[in-house]
Nanobody, 115 residues
Framework: QVQLVESGGGLVQPGGSLRLSCAAS????????LGWYRQAPGKQRELVAR???????NYGDSVKGRFTISRDNAKNTVYLQMNNLEPEDTAVYYC?????????WGQGTQVTVSS
């Protein structure tokens, strides 16, 4: 099992930035992929950003050029740098870890973009 704990969410004004962190309870070195997903009220959970074991990244169309995902295997942590935030980015953000032995989710962190 892997426990994932997200942090860094909060309230930010449009155009602002936030950095989300996801700390894993054990090594993520062998994770096939690490990702951030989000779910807004009344909407399905969607991919925000994903990074594979080879360092290949992919992003949801709505966040390309604004968000950056990175991983630090030494700290067992994956990050999501979010710049130029928009009200449409308001959602609960979830961390995902796809390991050889299972797929794991964090509890989520709320991001609210509002003036």
């Amino acid at each position: 099992q892997v426990q994932l704990v997200e942090s860094g969410g909060g309230l930010v004004q449009p155009g602002g930035s936030l950095r989300l962190s996801c700390a894993a309870s054990r090594s993520i070195f062998s994770a096939y992929a690490l990702g951030w997903y989000r779910q807004a009220p009344g909407k399905q959970r969607e991919l925000v950003a994903r990074i594979t074991i080879d360092g290949i990244t992919n992003y949801g169309d709505s966040v390309k050029g604004r968000f950056t995902i990175s991983r630090d295997n030494a700290k067992n942590t994956v990050y999501l740098q979010m710049n130029n935030l928009e009200p449409e980015d308001t959602a609960v953000y979830y961390c995902n870890c796809n390991m050889p032995y299972g797929n794991f989710w964090g509890q989520g962190t709320q991001v609210t973009v509002s003036s």
